[in-house]
T-cell receptor
Framework: AQSVAQPEDQVNVAEGNPLTVKCTYSVSGNPYLFWYVQYPNRGLQFLLKYITGDNLVKGSYGFEAEFNKSQTSFHLKKPSALVSDSALYFCAVIAWDSSYKLIFGSGTRLLVRP | EAGVVQSPRYKIIEKKQPVAFWCNPISGHNTLYWYRQNLGQGPELLIRYENEEAVDDSQLPKDRFSAERLKGVDSTLKIQPAELGDSAVYLC?????????????FGSGTQLSVL
């Protein structure tokens, strides 16, 4: 089955430190991978995507993600965390069958402490 | 530019009652999606429209759920009758094109509580 997994329910990091939010995927064919962020009482917002090309993808708000085909991972990273980065982060992958469907992970809550 | 607009923001109903959610996508966006997000989980696709055509409704529980997108713009999602397990946040999203690589723009959602 095509799926995406976020192994951590919550990630805690101090402001100014680097952060990593983990994501692994399982799909048939070439993966289309996405990260979305959900702030309280707001809709999900697109952060970045990997379709093809460079394995390191840069996105909004200073975030980047590294595609690793051998490890089937697409971890979200930021060199220096801000308190305002505290939110719920979702990894997503396109699943292909007769059509396409965006499948989301269960989400990881990021808490950046001052 | 206005984002995806959903209403109502909250809805509380008793089981077996009908309920409807409304979505106005970003102007010019051809593709519209309805997702359901249960507490502590990621969104799950219910239905995807390309213009006025429902191109993927395989995840829509058709015995009680229905949706329409008249004139390829606004959309309505209906549940009749609602069950306790339908309590969730219902999210509408739109994208400019029809490809899998398109980024989605989400509304704030309608939080449904079925008592």
């Amino acid at each position: 089955a095509q799926s995406v997994a976020q192994p951590e329910d919550q990630v805690n990091v101090a402001e100014g430190n680097p952060l990593t939010v983990k994501c692994t995927y399982s799909v048939s064919g070439n993966p289309y991978l996405f990260w979305y962020v959900q702030y309280p009482n707001r809709g999900l917002q697109f952060l970045l995507k990997y379709i093809t090309g460079d394995n390191l993808v840069k996105g909004s708000y200073g975030f980047e993600a590294e595609f690793n085909k051998s490890q089937t991972s697409f971890h979200l990273k930021k060199p220096s965390a801000l308190v305002s980065d505290s939110a719920l982060y979702f990894c997503a992958v396109i699943a292909w069958d007769s059509s396409y469907k965006l499948i989301f992970g269960s989400g990881t809550r990021l808490l950046v402490r001052p | 530019e206005a984002g995806v607009v959903q209403s109502p923001r909250y809805k509380i109903i008793e089981k077996k009652q009908p309920v409807a959610f409304w979505c106005n996508p970003i102007s010019g966006h051809n593709t519209l999606y309805w997702y359901r997000q249960n507490l502590g989980q990621g969104p799950e696709l219910l239905i995807r429209y390309e213009n006025e055509e429902a191109v993927d409704d395989s995840q829509l529980p058709k015995d009680r759920f229905s949706a329409e997108r008249l004139k390829g713009v606004d959309s309505t999602l209906k549940i009749q009758p609602a069950e306790l397990g339908d309590s969730a946040v219902y999210l509408c999203a739109s994208s400019l094109g029809e490809g899998a690589e398109e980024k989605l723009f989400f509304g704030s959602g309608t939080q449904l509580s079925v008592l």
